[in-house]
């Protein structure tokens, strides 16, 4: 399994145990988690699941994985910092724990 | 134990659900849905669930332990085929004898598709694709090196991202399109003619103006199985060959239950601007729902969209109404189709527009199509073009416009062409 834990704009949190191979948006969407949308289901059509990755994480999982990702991010809700990424595009690898900052507003 | 009811395990209905526990209601909630699955996502099933990249638990809206967790008791495999109510309290019986009492009622029923209505649809090799099973049975038949030759009828967005996954397989593909025009509902000529030429440039032969006088297939076989087609007939006397023929000319809303209500039925359930139906009561969200348009820039009148963001947003308003909460239903509607490497994301609704800008290069196919009305940017196509999308439908959302006369102007980004709008 992977860890996920997800600190919301107001400061709580919230973990999930998350299946190896998901994306970070599908584990927050299917566990009802706040401050993520992901209206598109992950095919990078709606900029909704845009998140900060903590230090640490950004290590892990780096800067956008494609071109598109990277132009979703200029028009997110909340403007992006230099650790945003649409979380559908982070997979989880097993045995990993990634923390995550959800914005605002998607 | 009474409660609320929401028939119709779709993305409105697990929607609506959650909303509701969002707006920490905490009374019993049953959402019912005829489908043997999971409620799950739609929009993969004519993408990537055809090519084999993804299984159930991929396209699940919710796991199984967030329903236990918020007291969400999700009936699957069930149809409610009698339903009524007499003020607060109601009653559904359904087809598996099941007898469900409620205080609170939701229709998130959905569409389902529409029928071609010519000789030769029940052949075996005839698809149609709208709910899971339709594309489990569909991906099968894709996968079937027997089956070559494809067909499919409609050019529409279903229609169209089943041929860009099909030519992916290289198969052999014939879109026959009854208009004169590919998408002809949702998107303008210009946008059109681009998708004519880029599905015809990855190997998809486009036939527009297709009357189709019928299917035809081999005789049944010895225990009267109608399963193999020949291909498909149109009024000049063309037969198209075909070993698989795939059908996607819309979809019809699901009215049934709503009528049994007695509530107003015209092209969909009638609800107001909060999602509420004509008895008061009733709510009803998604496809199923003819509704005043929600989009302050779009033309007045009923209006239904059949997309996940309309399901989205209006099942939230519908939850708020069921608890006497009403807020109105105000969106910028959104839209989106992948077909091959093409990414369409539309913006807004360009019903009533009087002026058209191409931005961009089609030749590149990357460009997009600003939609005005009254001199005033009213949707937009973007094409492989996903900063400008979100530019404008930020835009849109601000009610802030793209003045025409620069709309073209590509040596300046969109962002900053973004202005008020004169004279409003």
Redesign the interface.
């Given at each position: 399994m992977s860890t996920v834990v997800y600190t919301h704009a107001d400061g709580t949190t919230t973990t999930i145990e998350g299946?190896p191979g998901?994306s970070i948006m599908?584990t927050a969407?299917?566990?009802?988690v706040k401050g993520i949308v992901g209206?598109?289901?992950g095919?990078?059509?709606?900029?909704t699941c845009h998140v900060f990755v903590a230090a640490e994480t950004f290590e892990l999982v780096g800067g956008p994985a494609s071109d598109?990702e990277d132009?979703?991010l200029?028009?997110?809700?909340v403007d992006r910092q230099d650790r945003s990424r649409l979380s559908c595009q982070i997979k989880l690898a097993d045995g990993c724990e990634y923390h995550v900052t959800t914005p605002k507003a998607q | 134990m009474a409660g609320t009811l929401i028939v119709g395990a779709s993305q409105a209905g697990v929607q609506l659900a959650a909303e509701l526990r969002e707006l920490g209601w905490d009374e019993p909630i049953t959402l019912i849905g005829e489908e043997s699955h999971r409620p799950y996502q739609r929009p993969p099933l004519s993408k990537r669930w055809l090519k084999s990249e993804l299984v159930p638990g991929d396209v699940i809206l919710r796991t199984h332990e967030w329903y236990a967790a918020n007291g969400i008791e999700v009936i699957a495999n069930d149809r409610v085929t009698w339903i009524a109510r007499d003020g607060d309290r109601g009653s559904a019986v359904t087809q598996g004898g099941r007898r469900l009492e409620f205080d609170r009622l939701a229709l998130t029923t959905g569409a389902s598709v529409r029928r071609l209505t010519v000789p030769g649809t029940d052949f075996h090799a005839v698809h149609y694709l709208r709910d899971g099973d339709d594309a489990i049975r569909l991906e099968h038949a894709l996968h079937d090196p027997a089956n070559r030759r494809l067909v499919i009828i409609g050019g529409g967005f279903i229609g169209l991202e089943i041929a860009a996954v099909a030519r992916t397989m290289d198969k052999e593909v014939t879109v026959l399109e009854a208009g004169p025009r590919l998408i002809g509902r949702a998107v303008s000529e210009e946008t059109s003619a681009f998708y004519l030429g880029a599905h015809q440039r990855r190997g998809t032969q486009v036939i527009l103006n297709a009357r189709i006088t019928r299917i035809i297939g081999s005789p049944p076989d010895a225990a009267g199985r109608r399963s193999h087609v020949i291909g498909v007939e149109l009024d000049d006397g063309t037969l198209v060959p075909a070993d698989l023929v795939i059908i996607g000319i819309g979809v019809i809303p699901r009215t049934e239950l709503a009528l049994q209500l007695g509530l107003r039925v015209d092209g969909g359930i009638v609800v107001d601007e909060h999602a509420i139906a004509s008895d008061g009561r009733t709510v009803a969200a998604g496809d199923c729902a003819v509704m005043p348009n929600p989009y302050p820039l779009g033309i007045g009148g009923p209006t239904r969209i059949e997309s996940v963001n309309n399901a989205l947003e209006q099942a939230k308003v519908a939850a708020a109404s069921l608890i006497g909460q009403p807020r109105t239903y105000q969106s910028v509607p959104w839209f989106w189709s992948d077909q091959a490497d093409l990414k369409l994301q539309i913006a807004g609704l360009s019903t009533g527009f009087d002026q058209v800008i191409v931005r961009g290069s089609p030749s590149e196919e990357r460009f997009t199509v600003l939609y005005y009305r009254d001199g005033r940017l009213i949707a937009a196509d973007c094409i492989n073009q996903p900063a400008e999308f979100l530019a404008i439908r930020g835009a849109l959302a601000k009610g802030l416009t793209i003045p025409a006369a620069v709309a073209a102007d590509t040596t300046v980004p969109l962002k900053q062409l973004v202005t008020e709008p004169i004279g409003v």
């Open positions: 299946r998901d599908e969407v299917r566990n009802g209206e598109c289901g095919s990078l059509s709606c900029a598109l132009d979703m200029d028009g997110t809700a | -």
